[in-house]
């Protein structure tokens, strides 16, 4: 059974840092894509940053040199570093993994609020 753990999540102050990760118990970790969303309060969930298996990133424009994401394939994790948090940047946090004639895996969440 594949599982997705996210943890990291909390309270901060806006300016503030943190750093999340995604545990993932998955066959062949290494060659998924690995992406961070995040769903706050009446809104959609939204892409925050995804990371291929040839270590490719993308990000939200909306976090762009503030966050960065990372993998690390032999302990089956990905990570999202967070700086410079907003309180805009309050949101459930889910961690995704992607790849071609699969289905989506998904974690269960780890809530992060910014204070302002």
């Known amino acids: 059974q594949v599982q997705l753990v996210e943890s990291g999540g909390g309270l901060v102050q806006a300016g503030g840092s943190l750093r999340l990760s995604c545990a993932a118990s998955l066959s062949g970790f290494s060659i998924y894509t690995m992406g961070w969303y995040r769903q706050a309060p009446g809104k959609q969930r939204e892409l925050v940053a995804t990371?291929?298996?040839?270590?490719?990133?993308n990000y939200a424009d909306s976090v762009k040199g503030r966050f960065t994401i990372s993998r690390d394939n032999a302990k089956r994790t990905v990570y999202l570093q967070m700086n410079s948090l907003k309180p805009e940047d309050t949101a459930v946090y889910y961690c995704n993994a992607a790849r071609i004639y699969s289905s989506d895996y998904w974690g269960q969440g780890t809530q992060v609020t910014v204070s302002s």
């Open positions: 990371i291929t298996n040839g270590d490719s990133t």
